[in-house]
């Protein structure tokens, strides 16, 4: 995996932090949706998670959402240009630790704790609640930009819990497809929170501190979302994202 964030900033500093109602700060919690754009059966769990982002439903929650597009589906009629063996892999790690008989798609995965099929609106939002009212740590993200320096991503991170690896991913806000052949023939597809690079940049226990460079390129409006987990696709120990101003640019290199 590699160390460097696809990014542009613009700003000198930008900031993130989420409020629920009352002015009560609102749970981070990641939710990770396994599709493709071979699979019939998921473009309802693409609008479902669509849904979550533009709605967030669940008082004092703030849904960070990632569409990861595995590859499974590629020789099946449809190459899905969004597709990677890294969401492949990463979803099978899941099967192993939520002891699954095997992948499927659609799928959700909530804070690496519990899964449920990607359409499964009630489901979704019942295991979304769980997970955040099981809660032990915090991140936040800032975009740093000093005089006559690179930007910078700025982390910083508390859990209870075990070694973590943190995660950043660059996440596409909106993605449209024309599909042409397989099972979605005809059909265009809406894609929200598409995950285009994934990178492990750090590993640490309890706490972690660091700064990262990003890489200047042409992607459109995207997120930063990062994330403190277990390793092989263990707990979900803490999350964030940070949004770019819509006139940013994001690359989106090779996956790993």
Known sequence: MTSSIPMVVLGALVGVTSMGAGGRQAVPVLVELFTSEGCSSCPPADKQLARLVQEQPIPGVRVIAMGEHVDYWDDLGWKDSFSSPLFTKRQQEYVHRLGLTGPYTPQLVIGGRLQTVGSDESGARSAI?????????SLSIRLVTDAG??????????????????????????ATTRVSRGENAGR????????????????????FSGRFALQRGVLGPAHVVVFAQEAGGGLVYAANSIALPASSKASAPPKG
């Open 188 to 207: 265009t597809l809406v894609h929200v929170s598409v995950v285009r690079s994934m990178s492990t940049i750090g590993t640490a226990a309890k706490t």
């Open 129 to 137: 609640a769980e997970v955040a009212r099981s809660s032990a740590g």
């Open 149 to 174: 320096a690179e930007p910078m991503l700025d982390i910083q991170a508390a859990w209870d819990g075990g070694e973590a690896q943190i995660v950043a991913a660059v996440v596409e806000d909106r």
